[in-house]
């Protein structure tokens, strides 16, 4: 089942899309569908990731942790 949705681009940006949907002989849908579940397959990735650290107890570490340690650290 495909549903339809309506994406504003930048004109460049999707004059490049268009030329590469002609080069390989795919639609803009397509490619912005394979584009699309390379980005989510990565977000599961990383959040599989993050519990996978959770369960053997690894402290995430937060945005304001990891400025104290580039403070620390000398950095800030």
């Known amino acids: 089942m495909t549903t339809k949705a309506t994406l504003y ?5 999707y ?3 268009k030329m590469r949907a002609v080069e390989t002989g795919q639609t ?3 490619l912005m569908n394979e584009a699309l579940q390379a980005q989510l397959a990565e977000d599961l990735d990383d959040i599989q990731t ?7 107890h690894e402290e995430p570490l937060s945005y304001e942790s990891a400025l104290k340690e ?4 000398g950095i800030l």
């Open 70 to 73: 580039l403070q620390k650290s």
């Open 50 to 56: 993050i519990h996978s650290r959770l369960t053997k």
């Open 15 to 17: 004059m490049t899309l």
């Open 28 to 30: 803009i849908s397509g």
């Open 9 to 13: 681009l930048d004109s460049k940006m």
